[in-house]
């Protein structure tokens, strides 16, 4: 298995309380990504990226901002969260190329209360 | 447009018999096509993949599945199921050109009654 360890693995937080989840990967794989896993839908996408500085928006961006300031480090960042925001975080690393395996961490469960 | 279809939300079997859990997909591009497992409060953890070499894939823990680009299919089997086989499965399609958005399908519960 890829290296990949997210932190925290579960956090309680307050409504509009910031929150920042780390996910770091020993890989040096190029791409890293953000999912959540919410009952009935599966894992959507929150921000990828394709390189250090280099990040793009998923399908369910709004209200997360990422960082990648170094090539094992994956920030993601709830600017101000909602209870909408309750769920389980999975970070994934993959390196280039096409069909390249998508590896994923072990996940952190976030509660917004 | 891509897109991912399993058409099964839970799947039933008893132990010790085949395993099918269907997946549809929809790509303009060659994709290449996954199969993940994800036990309860883990994460995702590969099963077999497909990037257009052989069309039938062996995958671990005796998993199988074949590619069938004139039905858009991408089928997961098993010849017998054991009761750790019990978890959700998820189908995930990629363009080929890797851009990191993956689509996944909806998942499928397994369920392996003794």
């Known amino acids: 298995d890829a290296g990949i360890t997210q932190s925290p693995r579960h956090k309680v937080t307050e409504t509009g309380t910031p929150v920042t989840l780390r996910c770091h990967q020993t890989?040096?794989?190029?791409?890293m990504y953000w999912y959540r896993q919410d009952p009935g839908h599966g894992l959507r996408l929150i921000h990828y990226?394709?390189?250090?500085?280099?990040?793009d928006k998923g399908e369910v961006s709004d209200g997360y901002s990422v960082s990648r300031s170094k090539t094992e480090d994956f920030l993601l960042t709830l600017e101000s969260a909602t209870s909408s925001q309750t769920s389980v975080y999975f970070c994934a690393t993959s390196g280039q190329g096409a069909g390249n395996t998508i590896y994923f961490g072990e996940g952190s469960w976030l509660t917004v209360v | 447009a891509q897109s991912v279809t399993q058409l099964d939300s839970h799947v039933s079997v008893s132990e010790g018999t085949p395993v099918l859990l269907r997946c549809n997909y929809s790509?303009?591009?060659?994709?290449?096509l996954f199969w993940y497992v994800q036990h309860p409060n883990k994460g995702l953890q590969l099963l077999l993949k497909?990037?257009?070499?052989?069309?039938l894939v062996k995958g671990i823990n005796g998993f199988e599945a074949e590619f069938k680009k004139s039905e858009t299919s991408f089928h997961l089997t098993k010849p017998s199921a054991h009761m750790s086989d019990a978890a959700e499965y998820f189908c995930?399609?990629?363009?080929?050109?890797?851009?990191?958005?993956?689509?996944f399908g909806q998942g499928t519960t397994l369920q392996v009654k003794p």
């Open positions: 890989e040096n794989h190029r791409y």
């Open positions: 497909y990037t257009s070499a052989a069309t």
């Open positions: 990226s394709y390189g250090v500085k280099d990040t």
């Open positions: 790509s303009s591009y060659s994709p290449s």
């Open positions: 995930v399609v990629t363009p080929s050109s890797n851009t990191g958005k993956l689509i």
